[in-house]
């Protein structure tokens, strides 16, 4: 430690970084997801993880799910064998405790939420911001482990690019990715025009050869702009709209229809998203206003079904629909002074409106749900060169709990020097019950029989999180680098759990009953280190350690038998970019995932349940999985054919190693949910990019 001390010491006389000044290490970056208004990530008082396009090409991530697999305190997995639903997971807990935004706007219900992460395409991202620990007192519910949010691109200028990217998973299966994008800007910059697509064609993947897919049927294209027209010289006016149609499907049988296969579990999305937004500013800079409102339709047809070769054709189809709606204004003020410091003062007032509709075919039932939330927030920023203090609080008034809620947030930045910057900060979250659940979805277009219902007494999940960071940067020489060290704490009380009260075996109707339980606490720390040694090379490495685990008697994973351990969940996970230019137009690039052994669980069973791990007959068992390292190399190279012009042709390998899970269950009975590990077998790739 004395030589650790020593070394630090030495250091810091030779660091003079001003804030936002190192660009290698991004120090720069803008961020919006924090404070509600553009700042520096050296000057947030909250920690703010930022995933660039530069990232995105480096890692060659073709949708959000695989450029957030690198990120500190992120990990994303694939969750099932059939259907391919991503979660994600920040800071040790499960999807449902974060809130994906798209340009901050909540428009991801629980319908289009359980496959997002793999429909958003990376040719529409400009970045992605992660905001670690609760977030409710700025977005609302659900923003208990953190908020995702993604920025979609802008017309900066004239410009265009077209790409392919050709994968071959496992050395065999084909997956394609092709996408273009063009900007169009006036002369007098007043008016700007950003358009995009995606097409994606990925076939069905089997890895141990029993006739079942690893990985589904996959078929996506999606179209969409952003826009903006000035409607005067201090307003704006923005206008946003994708479409997104996917078809996925997994199982076996592909050359036959749904019902004629064994097992098939596929669903059909039609999505369409709009935004409004009107910026106005005062001709001074100190005040703006935003109005805004956008809408999210989705519409989605599903089968999940399961048939004997001895059974007739099965019926299992479900149809299901949801529009989310979000508007509201934002109203924000600088001061040269409020009591002790310059300070920026922000309210709002904001609705969310999100209804669904869930028939399902074999029953002929149709499970409707509406909820809606009237939120207000405050929250003044008192800020200097070396001090910030962040006073906030949102009250929300959700339509399934009886009492408004109040979500407070306290934040304290402190910069002693140039080079230091310490944080520390409370946040409390709240997550509402609902009605819709993907897994009871899923057993409901099979025929079988649900119901679920709220406890009497049933009380919202309610966090509250602490942290605490210090974040070194200097330079010495040739030699750029900043190092983030956090340690986060939340605390869940009355846990979520559904309980099975009633299961007749010879009709197949289940009722459960979404109850509290005792809750849950999480604490760990993230260590990233961003480096460059020269010009020519640059490292990210980002690691985890936590603990994530069950108060009181824990989960009830089987009957009578209770676990503390929160399932999906490793102790310890890491990830490593490291970019290096031995050449002008030449970039070679190395990353790399480590994710440590964690608790799943398995089912055995002669009849399985894809819902339902406690299922009448059937065996669960604990696994411990091994440790993974996910290893992968690229090169890209850039001709420049003009002064905008270029093409760039890439090739790489993705999890070179093969790290990939040998123990799938086979057969028309497999647990399709035991699942771990990276999300792919070894993939080859090649690709070229024309930008114009």
């Given at each position: ?57 480096a890692?060659s ?7 957030l ?38 428009l991801?219900?629980?319908?289009s939420g ?39 691109r802008?017309?900066?200028r ?22 273009f ?33 690893e ?47 064994h097992?098939?579990e ?6 369409h ?60 003020h ?75 947030r306290l ?80 605390r ?12 007749d075996?010879l ?14 606490r ?11 040694p020269?010009a ?24 009578g ?13 890491a ?6 230019r ?73 999890n ?37």
């Open positions: 430690m004395k030589k650790i001390s020593a070394l630090l010491l030495t250091l810091l006389p030779l660091a003079c970084l001003a804030q936002g000044q190192a660009d290698t290490v991004q120090l720069g970056q803008v961020t919006v997801t924090a404070t509600l208004h553009a700042s520096t990530r050296n000057e947030t008082p909250t920690v703010v993880g930022v995933v660039d396009a530069e990232r995105l090409e890692v991530a073709a949708n959000l799910a695989e450029g697999r690198f990120e500190t305190g992120v990990r994303v997995e694939n969750t099932c064998q059939n259907c391919g639903a991503n979660e994600l997971r920040i800071n040790g807990l499960g999807g449902a405790y974060s809130q994906v935004l798209i340009d901050s706007r909540p991801n219900s629980a319908l359980v496959y997002l992460l793999e429909l958003l395409p990376a040719t529409m991202i400009d970045r992605v911001e992660v905001m670690r620990g609760g977030g409710s007192a700025l977005y609302g519910s659900s923003a208990v482990a953190g908020v995702v949010n993604v920025i979609t802008e017309p900066l004239n410009s265009a690019e077209a790409a392919n990217t050709t994968r071959l998973v496992g050395g065999r299966t084909a997956d394609w990715n092709n996408s994008s063009a900007s169009v800007v006036s002369d007098n910059r007043r008016a700007g025009l950003f358009l995009f697509g995606h097409n994606r064609q990925r076939s069905p993947y089997d890895h141990d050869g029993d006739g079942y897919s990985l589904g049927l996959l078929k996506a294209h999606m179209v969409g702009m952003r826009g903006y027209v000035r409607t005067g010289d201090y307003s704006k006016l923005g206008v946003e709209y994708h479409n997104l149609h996917e078809f996925r499907r997994g199982g076996d049988r592909f050359d036959l229809p749904s019902p004629m296969a097992i098939s596929g669903a059909e999305h039609d999505i998203s709009g935004s409004l937004k009107w910026d106005w500013f005062s001709a001074d800079g100190r005040s703006a206003l935003a109005l805004f409102a956008s809408a999210q339709h989705v519409d989605r047809q599903s089968y999940y079904g399961e048939r004997h070769d001895d059974e007739p054709f099965g019926n299992a189809y479900g149809y299901t629909t949801g529009l989310t709606a979000n508007y509201g204004a934002r109203f924000s600088r001061f040269d002074r409020l009591l002790f410091l310059p300070a920026q003062f922000t309210a709002g007032l904001e609705h969310t409106l999100d209804r669904l509709s869930d028939r399902t075919l074999a029953t002929a039932d149709t499970l409707r749900q509406q909820v809606g939330t009237l939120s207000a927030y405050l929250q003044n920023e008192w800020t200097s060169h070396r001090w910030t203090l962040l006073v906030g609080a949102r009250a929300d008034k959700h339509s399934l709990v009886a009492s408004p809620v109040l979500s407070p934040s304290l930045r402190f910069a002693p020097s140039d080079h230091l910057v310490l944080r520390t900060g409370y946040s409390s979250g709240f997550r509402a019950p609902q009605v819709y659940d993907e897994d009871l979805h899923v057993g409901a277009v099979a025929g079988q029989l649900y119901r679920i219902t709220n406890d009497d007494s049933l009380r919202m999940e309610r966090s509250h999180s602490l942290t605490a960071s210090a974040d070194f940067c200097f330079h010495l020489g040739d030699l750029e680098a900043d190092l983030l060290v956090e340690g986060f704490l939340t869940i009380d009355d846990v979520f759990v559904q309980e099975l009260l009633f299961d075996t009709s197949g109707y289940r009722h459960y009953e979404r109850r509290n339980a005792d809750g849950a999480v604490g760990g720390l993230n260590v990233e280190l961003r480096l460059a020269t020519l090379l640059q490292l990210q490495l980002g690691a985890t350690w936590q603990r994530s685990r069950y108060l009181g008697q824990g989960l009830e994973w089987d009957e038998r209770f676990e503390h351990r929160m399932e999906r969940t490793p102790d310890l996970y990830y490593l970019i490291a970019l290096y031995p050449v002008r137009g030449l970039t070679l690039s190395l990353n790399t995932t480590f994710t440590g052994p964690m608790l799943v669980y398995h089912t055995v069973a002669a009849h399985h349940d894809h819902d339902d791990k406690h299922s009448h007959g059937a065996e669960v068992e604990q696994v411990v999985t091994p440790s993974f390292l996910d290893l992968s190399l690229q090169a890209t190279y850039r001709i420049a054919l003009g002064d905008r012009t270029a093409l760039e042709l890439t090739a790489g390998v993705q070179l190693l093969n790290a990939y899970q040998h123990d799938f269950d086979q057969g028309p009975e497999r647990d399709s949910q035991y699942i771990y590990g990276p999300t792919a077998p070894r993939t080859l790739y090649a690709g070229v990019r024309l930008a114009l």
